[in-house]
């Protein structure tokens, strides 16, 4: 894509204006997920720990570093 062509898709995308944002779509895609689990006799949490025996929980493990980083550094609110 050219420079013109991508301020103008910068531009759409400034100027849009939106109802909910991508975490409004997690509960909807949780809900659906256990919606379709139920109707194949799936347990949800099961096949959830079943992929991260699969994948690994390196991206989780990395996501505790980056909490535990921020609290030492003071930059959030703890959330309890």
Same mark, same amino acid.
């Given at each position: ?8 898709? %910068? ?7 939106? $109802? @909910?944002?991508? *975490? ?5 895609? !949780?809900?659906?997920?256990n ?11 099961? %096949?959830h ?6 994948? $690994? @929980?390196?991206? *989780? ?5 980056? !909490? ?13």
């Open positions: 894509i050219g420079l013109p062509q991508g301020l103008e898709v %910068l531009k759409i995308f400034k100027a849009y204006r939106h $109802g @909910t944002s991508i *975490l409004d779509d997690f509960d909807f895609y !949780e809900e659906k997920e919606t379709r689990c139920a109707r194949k006799g799936i347990n949800a949490d099961s %096949l720990e079943a992929r991260l025996s699969y994948f $690994g @929980t390196d991206d *989780l493990k990395s996501m505790g570093d980056i !909490e535990a980083n921020m609290e030492s550094l003071n930059l959030h609110e703890p959330w309890d």
